[in-house]
């Protein structure tokens, strides 16, 4: 079973750029699609970006297409999510998590119930 360990997050000006890293233990990394989920306060956990097995296809909720980039290295066991130009509304704990089913469709990809493993979140702070 992969452990998931998340990094990167802190407080940034709106407009500024982040990057969150997820490590994860374990042989098996290159066996899980790898994705990013946000909570803010008082609100459900949202899909933001997914990334196959072998980094050939990524997918981003519309929120963020444009400003985040999804990426992994197999050999480094890890996952990392480059935000640019962020805003207020990007404020939430991100999460990174597995899935190593073989979910297909964007719908699919969305539901957090599709990924087994996940990270205990960083907080991401954007200020005005």
């Known amino acids: 079973q992969v452990q998931l360990v998340e990094s990167g997050g802190g407080l940034v000006q709106a407009g500024g750029s982040l990057r969150l890293s997820c490590t994860a233990s374990?042989?098996?990394?290159?066996?899980?699609?790898m994705g990013w989920f946000r909570q803010a306060p008082g609100e459900e956990r949202v899909f933001v970006a997914r990334i196959s097995r072998s980094a050939s296809t990524t997918y981003y909720a519309d929120s963020v297409k444009g400003r985040f980039t999804i990426s992994r290295d197999n050999a480094k066991n890890t996952v990392t999510l480059q935000m640019n130009s962020l805003k207020p509304e990007d404020t939430a704990v991100y999460y990174c998590?597995?899935?190593?089913?073989?979910?297909?469709?964007?719908?699919?990809?969305?539901?957090?119930?599709?990924?087994?493993?996940w990270g205990q979140g960083t907080q991401v702070t954007v200020s005005s």
């Open positions: 374990g042989r098996t990394f290159g066996g899980y699609d």
């Open positions: 998590a597995a899935d190593a089913s073989f979910c297909s469709g964007f719908a699919c990809y969305q539901r957090s119930e599709e990924y087994h493993t």
